[in-house]
């Protein structure tokens, strides 16, 4: 499998490698092309598009001895942004889940192009984002193919040192690389005066590098993809839920300050009210409006609950959503409920949440109360009904914040790397390198960028075990003062039952 930035060159190595195991040499007439990569893309674009899986079977004039199957992944770090990133490690993980597919790898070829001295932030990314796709296990079948090389050695090499990528070493400590320069691929073979014949010099430590590579791939240990799909799978759901973990702080933080309002307008004005129930005051409250789809995005909400449990999602179809990242043993992990897979759909819209102020009085809480409980209620009641509220908010959030710790220390036992976009300070520094390269579509990568980053401070705090919202270390506190004081009463309870039947039991055996 070959993975590597957009413009590394993978497309066309994999050119080469088909020359290298159908025998070409040098001074032939012809040249296979498995790629054609004449397409109207630039070259800031990936050239490839999806993850496809070449298979080349075995023939006696072959110079390898063995069949291949060559995998070749669009390139990450495009124009286009993390969200084509994203789309391009969701592509890896159907690729790796599909029926009789691709259930093993024998080497993960990391290509990177020779002159890359120092490491931008942004090339930092793309590392780490291609290696937190893989489980620990794939650490030594990692290859380094460089290419654009020349006879010298690589200057990329000491920044993969720099940059500590898990890869295959020598018994010399060296990492072990194979250079390639691909520019005689499709270079004319006819003899020339110039001494300095560089295309045939190129041709020539190509298919020197293709020899060894080769050579070095049947002693290779072929691994498993079951704990690469495991991180794939977990990595996706943590997506979900932390997706769906921000609108519910976001509520409960309305919900409190609802209260709050709420509280202060009722104590303030209760001589008012108890003459004149329509007394009006203001409050600022949380309200659900539907955001229209652009063509082609997809998205999971829950009739239910009219919730957005997942966006983007890739799965179109209402019969597949049991498929959905939000989904786990054929329930919803995001939606307040909880549903059943079978009521979320797609829809041309999502929900999203949006403060507004709004003027009450005392009369409309009241009526909504007491219709619902069908008993009468007092302004202490009220409030106290507007806590319980908020309490149920605060449970959801706690239950969500219980799943991203469970997923995020089972994604450090198991994962190669950590995900990058996981942490807010390498964000930001990603956010720093856009704005001083300015790069065609800069502002719209920053907007992801500062989106993305929002998400990785709920995972930061999760890892840390701090609170997810201010307000909730004060709610933890009283709740577990409340669990204590349940627990001291159920104790209390189980106690004085036990005396209680001890006692009768002695005044049994008196009355005997």
């Known amino acids: 499998m070959l993975l590597g930035a957009t413009g590394s060159g993978k497309s066309t190595l994999i050119n080469g490698m088909i020359n290298y195991i159908m025998g070409v040499e040098w001074t032939d007439t012809c040249r296979f092309k498995l790629i054609d990569e004449q397409t109207n893309k630039t070259q800031a674009e990936s050239q490839t598009s999806e993850v496809t899986a070449y298979q080349i079977h075995h023939q006696n004039s072959f110079q390898v001895p063995y069949s291949v199957t060559i995998i070749d992944t669009p390139g990450f770090g495009d124009t286009r942004g993390i969200a084509q990133d994203k789309e391009i490690t969701e592509k890896i993980r159907k690729f790796f889940s599909e029926k009789d597919g691709v259930v093993a790898l024998d080497a993960v070829c990391f290509v990177v192009q020779s002159a890359l001295a120092r490491l931008t932030q942004t090339q930092k990314y793309i590392f780490e984002a291609i290696l937190s796709i893989f489980g620990k296990d794939i650490a030594n079948n990692i290859t380094i193919m460089i290419t654009f090389a020349d006879g010298q050695k690589p200057p990329v090499l000491e920044a993969i040192e720099a940059a500590d990528i898990p890869c295959v070493k020598k018994e010399d400590g060296t990492l072990l690389h194979f250079k390639f320069n691909n520019s005689a691929l499709f270079a004319q073979t006819k003899v020339v005066d110039d001494e300095d014949n560089f295309d045939e010099m190129f041709w020539k430590m190509g298919k020197g590098s293709m020899k060894r590579f080769f050579n070095h791939l049947e002693k290779m240990e072929t691994k498993s993809l079951q704990l690469t799909k495991e991180v794939l799978t977990e990595r996706k759901q943590l997506e979900a839920v932390v997706a769906g973990v921000q609108p519910l702080i976001q509520t409960g933080l309305s919900k409190l300050e609802e209260i709050r309002m709420t509280s202060a307008a009722l104590e303030q004005n209760q001589n008012v009210i108890n003459e004149n129930e329509n007394f009006e005051y203001e409050v600022e409250v949380e309200k659900s409006k539907?955001?229209?789809?652009?063509?082609?995005?997809?998205?999971?909400?829950?009739?239910?609950?009219?919730?957005?449990?997942?966006?983007?999602?890739?799965?179109?179809?209402?019969?597949?959503?049991?498929?959905?990242?939000?989904?786990?043993?054929?329930?919803?992990?995001?939606?307040?409920?909880?549903?059943?897979?079978?009521?979320?759909?797609?829809?041309?819209?999502?929900?999203?949440?949006?403060?507004?102020?709004?003027?009450?009085?005392?009369?409309?809480?009241?009526?909504?109360?007491?219709?619902?409980?069908?008993?009468?209620?007092?302004?202490?009641?009220?409030?106290?009904?507007?806590?319980?509220?908020?309490?149920?908010?605060?449970?959801?959030?706690?239950?969500?914040?219980?799943?991203?710790?469970?997923?995020?220390?089972?994604?450090?036992?198991?994962?190669?790397?950590?995900?990058?976009?996981?942490?807010?300070?390498?964000?930001?520094?990603?956010?720093?390198s856009e704005k001083l390269t300015a790069k065609e579509g800069y502002l719209k990568r920053i907007a992801e960028l500062e989106e993305i980053k929002k998400h990785a401070l709920i995972l930061q705090k999760v890892d840390k075990g701090i609170p997810l919202a201010e307000h909730e270390r004060k709610y933890s506190e009283k709740k577990t003062f409340r669990q204590k004081v349940t627990g001291m009463y159920n104790n209390m309870t189980k106690w004085c039952s036990t005396v209680k039947e001890k006692v009768e039991n002695v005044f049994t055996v008196v009355q005997e």
């Not at 959503?321 to 043993?329: G, I, P, T, V």
């Not at 939606?335 to 819209?349: A, E, F, Q």
């Not at 409309?364 to 149920?392: C, F, R, V």
Request: charged letters at 30%; proline letters at 5%.
């Open 290 to 432: 539907k955001i229209d789809l652009k063509k082609g995005k997809f998205v999971t909400n829950c009739l239910g609950c009219n919730f957005t449990c997942h966006y983007p999602c890739y799965i179109k179809e209402d019969s597949n959503k049991y498929s959905c990242s939000a989904m786990k043993d054929g329930e919803c992990t995001v939606c307040p409920g909880h549903c059943i897979w079978n009521v979320h759909h797609n829809m041309p819209y999502r929900f999203e949440t949006e403060l507004i102020k709004e003027k009450r009085t005392y009369a409309n809480p009241k009526k909504q109360y007491e219709e619902a409980l069908g008993k009468s209620m007092t302004i202490e009641k009220i409030i106290q009904q507007l806590e319980d509220e908020y309490e149920d908010v605060q449970d959801q959030v706690m239950q969500l914040n219980d799943k991203l710790a469970k997923s995020l220390s089972r994604l450090k036992e198991i994962a190669l790397r950590p995900d990058p976009l996981s942490t807010p300070d390498y964000i930001e520094l990603l956010i720093e």
